[in-house]
């Protein structure tokens, strides 16, 4: 489409202005909304700010880069706190072999100790992060293994929880935000997909319609318009015409202002239509994604076809959604006689 909509800012959920940049390194992404970020010994900042700037000039998104700075300060952190229990000598920040150990203490400490004690997969994103900064700082990556995965599938919504959150959007009084929150469930959407989409990237004629998608890696993918999306972006792109900036700005989804929206705001979306749809757990966009993919696999549809969709370049990726989930596993027990 050509046509531009413009945004009524009365329509849009609070935005903050200010953000808490206290401790923040230059050209590391600020930090999220009220965040404290821990405060470093002298020496452990100037590791910090050298990864921080460093990390900016990388094609990463926003969000990567955000989690990864979080990541290496708290792993920082954790090294200068004199109560973290050292079990190894020598300098992690200098010495591989101190470094190995060092990785190795937190790991244990993430796994074992924190509180809260963090998963598996929160873990091995640390050490993701980790090995990045050390790659940095010319160290290398440590020599560790990463922990295996709980064998079940990504969290998804069943089929009770997703009739009540497509209620919920349908209720919604926020044309951007009931497309905004259509589009995982619907498109297989990243938050960051979304909200990266220009007016421009729909095309829909009479009865079809495609979204050009500029995911991960700026990688470039077709999707089409489910027909439950069609109303929904038509609603939106006529609302927008009435939202600042909407004539100049070629996002498609606005914030108040008149710029593009925001992960941030977007995500706040999301938590707000969740409450709203009586959820017990949180709903974030990466569920509706997980939604999304989970469905298609599980309606047999081929693992190629559904990377396509979802933008992603690993098949293997894909696998673990075939996985028990949760409830899968607690639906299980029903088989087991109880006398009673």
Partial sequence: MTSENPVHGGSQPPETTSENTNQTAPGSPPPRRGARPTALPAEFEEHLVTYAAALAEVPLAADTKRTYASRVRMYLAWLADPEAGRRFTGDP??????????????????LREADPKRSVRYSNNALSALDDFYVRLGLGKADINRDDLPKTAPKALDTHAQVRWLRAIEDWPRARDRL????????????????????????????????????????????????????????????????????TSKALFLNRRGGRLSARAASAVFTAIGAA???????????????????LIRGGEDLVTVAELAGHARLDTLRVYSQPTDDDKQAALRHLIVDR
């Fill in 93 to 110: 920040l200098t010495d591989r072999r101190a470094r190995d150990w060092a990785v190795r203490d937190y790991r244990h400490y993430l």
């Fill in 180 to 247: 905004l929150a259509l589009l995982p469930f619907y498109a297989g959407l990243r938050i960051g997909d979304a909200i990266a989409l220009d007016v421009g990237d729909i095309r829909m004629s009479a009865r079809k319609g495609v979204l050009t998608v500029y995911g991960k890696g700026g990688k470039v993918r077709e999707v089409p318009i489910h027909p439950q999306l069609r109303k929904p972006i038509i609603d939106w792109l006529d609302e927008r015409q009435s939202w600042k900036n909407a004539t």
């Fill in 277 to 295: 749809a009586g959820l017990e757990d949180g709903i974030t966009a990466h569920i509706g994604r997980h939604t999304f993919v989970t469905q």
